[in-house]
T-cell receptor, first 114, second 110 residues
Framework: DGGITQSPKYLFRKEGQNVTLSCEQN?????MYWYRQDPGQGLRLIYY???????QKGDIAEGYSVSREKKESFPLTVTSAQKNPTAFYLC?????????????FGNGTRLTVT | GDSVTQMEGPVTLSEEAFLTINCTYT??????LFWYVQYPGEGLQLLLK?????DKGSNKGFEATYRKETTSFHLEKGSVQVSDSAVYFC?????????FGQGTRLTINP
């Protein structure tokens, strides 16, 4: 079955350490996205990529970095510069065949930084 | 810029009650509109969508109609079940990215 895989499901890090969250998709989608979700809030866009080797900042990119070396993969690095990194991180992808195509989401990674 | 506003939660209903979750949007042009559902500890799943004015999206007993004149996309269900307890997000497709409302937590009591 096609889908999006995020790993790990839970991640714990000490303050000051960088950490990379994995996102892999086998849906053959061109576009991929990273969102952050905090309790009681909606989803905020961190970065997105429309095509391999290209990506754009979203609304809250500071303290994060991404790469898109392969179509299937869009890893997110949470750097020590991110002031409040503890959150639920969601990766998504969509086809660019149509403006109406919806996002498909992974099951998320819950990051806790202490 | 584009934005989505949902009714504030949480919403608590009894089983078999009628559900409405309000959603209004601000956008240039006529974006596609979506409702997503999130169950505890999971990612978001597409519930339904509508791509043009007067379209009605429907799935699993849920419905929403794209109302251009009121810039709304309210979610409705005639008889809710305990299994419908989740967080519901309204969203619009802006310029190559999805813009979400803040989400509405729904709890259905037996």
């Amino acid at each position: 079955d096609g889908g999006i895989t995020q790993s790990p499901k839970y991640l714990f890090r000490k303050e000051g350490q960088n950490v990379t969250l994995s996102c892999e998709q086998n849906l053959n989608h061109d576009a991929m996205y990273w969102y952050r979700q905090d309790p009681g809030q909606g989803l905020r866009l961190i970065y997105y990529s429309q095509i391999v080797n290209d990506f754009q900042k979203g609304d809250i990119a500071e303290g994060y970095s991404v790469s898109r070396e392969k179509k299937e993969s869009f890893p997110l690095t949470v750097t020590s510069a991110q002031k409040n990194p503890t959150a639920f991180y969601l990766c998504a992808s969509r086809s660019r065949d149509s403006n109406n195509s919806p996002l498909h989401f992974g099951n998320g990674t819950r990051l806790t930084v202490t | 810029g584009d934005s989505v506003t949902q009714m504030e939660g949480p919403v608590t209903l009894s089983e078999e009650a009628f559900l409405t979750i309000n959603c209004t949007y601000t956008a240039t042009g006529y974006p596609s509109l979506f409702w997503y559902v999130q169950y505890p500890g999971e990612g978001l799943q597409l519930l339904l969508k509508a791509t043009k004015a007067d379209d009605k999206g429907s799935n699993k007993g849920f419905e929403a109609t794209y109302r251009k004149e009121t810039t709304s996309f309210h979610l409705e269900k005639g008889s809710v079940q305990v299994s419908d307890s989740a967080v519901y997000f309204c969203a619009l497709m802006g310029a190559q990215k999805l813009v979400f409302g803040q989400g509405t937590r729904l709890t259905i009591n037996p």
